[in-house]
């Protein structure tokens, strides 16, 4: 026994009525920032990146292990977008070693 009836929604109406405030959305378009900072990396340094390093290279040479090259690339997020995309003559922050 199948019952082909479907059901009819043809009598049902809706309506909303609403009293709440429309309230305008947030306009920071004229917002502007500037940080100016002269503190130095806590147990940091810098490197001047010379022809032929890698990040792997200087990580191995100045943090004792190759696969640090991802702590220097989250380091220079900043002004690194590709961590095979480095130049002779950047300035990298370098992290601390970890112990």
């Avoid at 990580?59 to 220097?72: E, H, P, S, Y």
């Avoid at 995309?85 to 922050?93: A, E, N, S």
Wanted: no cysteine; aromatic share 6%.
């Amino acid at each position: 026994m199948s019952n082909d009836k479907k059901a009819d929604f043809s009598d049902v109406a809706s309506r909303v009525d609403s009293t709440a405030e429309v309230v305008p959305k947030a306009d920071f378009s004229d917002v502007s920032a500037t940080i100016d900072s002269t503190a130095q990396v806590v147990g940091g340094q810098t490197y001047t990146v010379q022809k032929g390093d890698s990040l792997s290279r200087i990580a191995k040479n100045l943090l004792g292990d190759a696969n640090a090259w991802t702590r220097i690339f989250q380091a220079n997020r900043d002004v690194l977008e590709d961590p095979d995309k480095i130049f002779p003559g950047q300035t990298l922050k370098i992290p601390p070693r970890q112990e």
